[in-house]
């Protein structure tokens, strides 16, 4: 659906509150012309997206004037030369700060690196408690980027399903409103799994007809037990989302016909004393299925969703839930903390104060206690989805701790001082130990002893972020000097595990690294739980094996340097079996040269006589009785003696040629031995050459000149055996 301005009007006008059109003309104006001529990948105009965006502001939640504005203006800072200061000048202050919000959230990566997401996620809740306005905007506006998926190429879909789906989907769940979160999820799964989500489609869509008609008799049957009561209750029914229906088959791994609520029945009151008596009457009506009753009336969820569950069986042999709430309940279970804009006359958008925002302080207090980013973005992941507990002090108050919290959870939920006071717990009555785990109903006692203080392994046992934030900062507080010690003792032990030698030095870059002023500020972190210690390892591993290879490479440059003197002493060039002094004699059937592969023979009393390895007295010798007098020998580098080689040389007949050789022979000053030149059959001549050179290279270059000599045919070692 392509979204107009004149669609947004017409909202605007059939509401019952009062907006600024005018302002909302302009920033419409301001926008068109902004993204004048730029298609969105749908091909619509992109002036659509802002809109739409607005649109579904103003449809779901009746959000303020400068909310519509800021909406309608979201993408101009970011994609167009308008600038913040020009919005702020021509709509205010709110609008431009609200803009600015939703701009820098964009911007933020968040399938990054797991330190990195932690950091952005924290940047997007500060910005959220602010201004709470920032953060449902954004939703919108995902949530219209997702509706309108389709048209982006494969790879983007999924990225952006995978964001909503981590991201978008739980703050709005956080948020409550469970109205977004659900098409958010619905429309992700799409994407992520498109092949559950077309069968659970496919499910749904077999018995469509009969759904509804099973739907619609149910709420029939409830209407008219409950007619006595005035004004008449709303009852809704439904078939429950797509996504929830896939965490149940595919999570939790029931059969389609297992699940029991695909159906939920909706009964919407006035008041709680007529909720539970509706509850009576639906359990007098249908047959109800053991533990499927919840009371979030009196045991709201942290998101505030506040509604009595029950699951029934009727006539028909199928389950169906049932939720029963006030018209109060209702708004904030649909639209959560936006139900103040929808219900209320509007509300400043800052969470100071508010007792439903707590947890977004919450969860940016305990960033500022925590030194480790890791635990950040633990906390935001149990914070964001959490399945609850709810507890019972002996009092009957009720403490709602995430699933798998035990007695020290609850404990430093009750009060930081009875959390460093325990001693131990009863629960219902028994004494239990520290990492029981505490289940909906039960009923602690906090045992507490003056004299007492946490247990290092505390922080082990612990489930909930603030129970650890809490004992952490405690042994920060109370023993310095021991934690530094226990820190010191701790790290030493690992680093000796792990082969590792830290100087100084490392450990001062390590304590930097980790945020910390001095080596003993990381040991007293360490010491008392609030650094990691396999990251400091990490770390020190990482600089240990970079400082390895520098010393590595300099020990190969000594090296190289002892074995260039050494080389320089040396009498000859001949290494076997490691040693290089052994008196050398090259054998004459083959001169050897350095470079040519060789073997030394371990003469009686005249030292090693060196030959080719592929000299025909070697191949003769290793088969002899003498075989093991042959061995393999190498060439010491920087030789300085110098060899004897023959070159054959084979030309045509001219004047001057062995004038030729000779001068390009002295010209390379290589002395000459021996030369002998004489005719061959087929009227070429050919040249002998005895030469001394210091090596293999030098002999090749030698040939390659002379065969570059007009009328040489060709040139090379002789003597080749
Ligand atoms: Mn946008």
Avoid at 83 to 95: A, N, S, Y
Avoid at 327 to 337: I, K, L, P, S
Avoid at 407 to 414: M, P, Q, R, S
Avoid at 671 to 678: D, F, G, M, Q
């Amino acid at each position: 659906m392509l979204y107009t301005i004149d669609m947004l009007l017409d909202k605007i006008k059939s509401s019952e509150k009062t907006y600024d059109v005018e302002k909302i003309s302009k920033a419409y104006q301001l926008a068109d012309k902004a993204h004048e001529g730029v298609l969105r990948s749908s091909g619509d105009p992109y002036i659509s997206h802002p809109v739409a965006v607005a649109y579904i502001l103003l449809e779901k939640f009746w959000m303020d004037t400068d909310t519509i504005c800021a909406a309608l203006l979201h993408d101009v800072v970011e994609d167009t030369d308008i600038t913040l200061e020009e919005i702020q000048k021509r709509f205010g202050e709110d609008v431009a700060r609200l803009v600015d919000g939703v701009t820098k959230i964009g911007l933020v990566p968040l399938n990054t690196r797991e330190e990195q997401q932690a950091e952005n996620i924290r940047k997007i809740l500060i910005a959220m408690s602010k201004d709470i306005r920032v953060i449902i905007i954004k939703l919108a506006d995902r949530l219209h980027n997702m509706r309108t998926l389709e048209a982006r190429p494969p790879e983007k879909q999924r990225k952006t399903s995978l964001e909503t789906m981590n991201f978008y989907a739980p703050i709005a769940h956080r948020l409550g409103i469970s109205d977004i979160k659900e098409e958010m999820e619905d429309i992700a799964l799409r994407y992520l799994d498109p092949y559950g989500f077309n069968e659970i489609q496919r499910q749904l869509s077999l018995n469509e007809v009969q759904r509804d008609n099973f739907i619609e008799s149910i709420k029939e049957r409830i209407r008219e037990r409950i007619s006595d009561i005035q004004p008449p209750p709303i009852i809704e029914g439904r078939v429950k989302s797509t996504y929830s229906i896939y965490k149940k088959v595919y999570v939790k791994g029931k059969n389609f016909s297992e699940i029991y609520d695909i159906y939920a029945v909706r009964v919407i009151l006035q008041t709680v004393v007529e909720c539970y008596n509706v509850l009576g009457i639906i359990h007098d009506m249908f047959r109800p299925i053991p533990y499927r009753f919840k009371d979030y009336i009196a045991m709201p969820k942290p998101n505030r969703y506040q509604s009595l569950h029950t699951t029934v069986i009727g006539r028909e042999g199928v389950p169906f839930e049932v939720q029963i709430r006030t018209q109060e309940m209702h708004n904030t279970a649909q639209y959560g903390v936006a139900a103040h804009w929808k219900y209320k006359a509007g509300i400043q958008g800052s969470v100071a104060g508010e007792k439903r925002f707590d947890w977004i302080r919450h969860i940016l207090e305990q960033q500022q206690e925590a030194d480790d980013v890791e635990q950040i973005s633990e906390a935001i992941k149990v914070d964001l989805a959490p399945d609850d507990v709810y507890i019972f002090t002996p009092k009957g108050d009720v403490i709602s701790l995430p699933a798998g919290s035990n007695v020290i959870d609850f404990a430093y939920a009750i009060h930081t001082e009875v959390g460093h006071k325990m001693t131990g717990a009863k629960v219902g009555g028994r004494m239990v130990s520290f990492d029981y785990k505490l289940s909906t109903g039960d009923i602690v006692e906090i045992i507490t002893g003056s004299n007492a203080g946490p247990n290092r392994n505390w922080l082990e046992i612990a489930k909930t972020n603030e129970a650890k934030a809490k004992i952490r900062s405690w042994f920060k507080r109370e023993c310095r000097e021991e934690n530094i010690e226990n820190g010191k003792v701790q790290l030493e032990r690992e680093m000796k595990r792990n082969g590792i030698i830290a100087d100084d030095e490392m450990l001062k870059n390590a304590a930097q690294r980790h945020r910390f002023d001095t080596v003993d500020d990381l040991y007293a972190a360490i010491g008392y739980g609030g650094v990691q210690i396999s990251k400091v390892i990490t770390r020190l591993k990482e600089d240990q094996t970079r400082q390895n290879k520098l010393n590595a490479a300099a020990a190969v440059d000594v090296q190289k340097l002892v074995q260039d003197a050494s080389a320089r002493e040396r009498k000859n060039g001949v290494i076997i079996d490691g040693i290089d002094n052994y008196p050398i004699k090259y054998a004459q059937c083959c001169n050897p040269l350095p470079g040519d592969e060789i073997m030394g023979f371990i003469t009686r009393g005249y030292g090693i006589s060196v030959h080719k390895a592929d000299c025909r007295n070697v191949k003769e010798g290793l088969k002899s009785e003498n075989r093991e007098r042959w061995r393999p020998a190498i060439w010491a580098s920087n030789s300085t003696s110098s060899f004897r080689a023959t070159i054959d040389i084979i030309a045509e007949d001219r004047t001057a040629l062995i004038a030729d050789i000779t001068a390009t022979i002295a010209n390379n000053r290589i002395p000459i031995y021996e030369i002998n030149a004489h005719y061959l059959k087929n009227g070429n001549g050919n040249v002998v050459v005895t030469v001394e050179v210091s090596g293999i290279e030098q002999l090749k270059n030698l040939i390659l000149r002379l065969q570059k000599i007009q009328g040489v045919i060709s040139a090379e070692r002789a003597g080749k055996q």
